[in-house]
Structures are given as structure tokens and as C-alpha cells.
């Protein structure tokens, strides 16, 4: 999978992760911020999963019990399939009808589309009409299909819809239009060449994805982020429009959202945003905060 695909599905709350048959909960990717009377809990999420991912561990359990309030980067009122068409529609796809996906590939690449399209009964002249970075979720979510995991199963997805049964308080730090520009905004030399590296990344797709999810299971923030950053080594403005930017801007709409509740703050984002020099575990701490991890009975786990 490509550098980009791989670090979204980290990222962004509309994007896929896969794994497989486990045991026991996962380790939590948890940490407990507090600053005077506000208490902050920060849960780092894969957006899709599958069954044996749950139950959670306690330690996740207990900071949704005891939230007042769950955030997420999208809220969940426009997680729906109304509440992302229209950007998808605004941002996803060719809007000059005179020109589409033909003609921002070489030949080579668009008839590899064409043969993808063929093999997974799909519509050649929809993905015509896509973009190049939403062919490429397209395609990534067709894999993901054949390997039978469940959108409906994914972490941030749970708690929405527990939030809601349990009319608990929730929002979020930025629109799926938002998300969707992001993604929009990649250069298209950027975007064709993620969709190439995506189509001969496929061979691999359920490997390469397994890693990223087992890493996640095991809670180990080190070697997440050093995966998912190296993806980005040739990139560094990618990174820093994707993941630090970000972060810094929802900063400040967590620390009034936290203070205008009685009660603890559950976050439920994206894992890679909370990790690194940039992440919200450190931009917590330089705003004041005392962050510590939360992993009850983890052996050598910060």
C-alpha cells in the first residue's frame, strides 16, 4: 500500500484498516491528560476493524463509561452516507464532463483501471468519472470487501453509536467536507502516483495491512509511528498537511470543548495523531497538561 494509504487509514475517520483472528482485547492506545479540574482521555483509533477486535479492554471501557462527552474527527451526525455525498460528489469527482480520469493517467495506468474495473465487475465509466485519490479508496475499499471486514465494526463507529444509545454529548473537530478537501487538495502528480503505487501494492494489500493492524493491537506507539512516519520521509509537507496541522488546530477546539462540560473528554481519533513530536499527547503536555498512558497491567508500555 501506498505511503498515503497506509498513513489515512490511520488518519482519517473515512478511511479503511484490516486484520485478523486475535484472542484477547487489544492494547489500548490510551492516555489520561489533566490540567486543574479537566481530565481528557485521548483513544488512538483504526477506523475500520473486525469482530475479534472486541470486546475492548477495560481501560477503554472505563474512559467511555465515565465520559461526559466523546469527540471524534467527524461528528457523528455527519458520518453518514447522506452526510458524505455531497462532498464526495464536490470534491471526488470530475466536474468538467469534457475531461476525466483517462486524461490524467498515461495509457499504461488507465488500462491497469480498466482491468482492475473488469476482474471486480465494477463500472468503468464510474471510476472514470472519479478523481484519482478516490479511485484509489475505491479500489482499496473493494479489497478490503473480499477480505470480509466490517466498516460497521470500526472503533470510532462503535462509540458513535454508543454515544448515541446512550445520549451521551458528542461532536467533532472538522467536517467531512474538511476531510474531503484535504484529500482533494494532494497534487495530482501526488494523487496519480499514490493510485499507481496502490495498484502494484495490491499482490500485498492484506499483508501490508496486517502489519499496521497488528502493531495497533499490540499498543505499541513507538513502532506505529515509526511505520506510519517513514511512509512520509520524502514527503514532509504531506505530513505536516495531513497529521501536524491538523493537530495544532484542534488544540484549541478540545481545550474549550473539555472546559464547557462537567465531566471527563473521550477523544476517539485516528491513532497516528496522537503519536510523535506533533501529536496531541505532546501538544497537550506543552499546553499545560499532565498526559500519562493508560495500559493497566502493560509491562514496559508509555
Known sequence: MSR???TLALVLGLLLAVGAAWGKPPTPLLWKATRG???IYLLGSLHILQAS????????ERAYHDAAQVLFEIPPAQMGALGVLGPTLTY????????GLKDDLDSATWQRVQNYAARNGMSVFALSRMRPWLVSLTIMAMETKKLAYDPDRGLDKHFMDQAVADRKRTDGFESAEQQMRLLAGAPMADQVRDLKQMLDDLPKFSEKMGQMHDIWRRGDATDLYREAAGEFKDQPGAMRR???DRNRAWVPQLDAKAAAVHGETLVIVGAMHLLGPNGLVQLLRQDGYKVERVCTGCVGVK
Do not use: C, E, F, N
Open 92 to 99: 471526488g469527482m470530475y466536474q468538467d464532463p469534457a475531461h
Open 37 to 39: 479540574d479537566t481530565t
Open 4 to 6: 498515503w494509504q497506509r
Open 53 to 60: 477486535d472486541y470486546p475492548l479492554s477495560d481501560d477503554v
Open 242 to 244: 495531513l497529521i501536524d
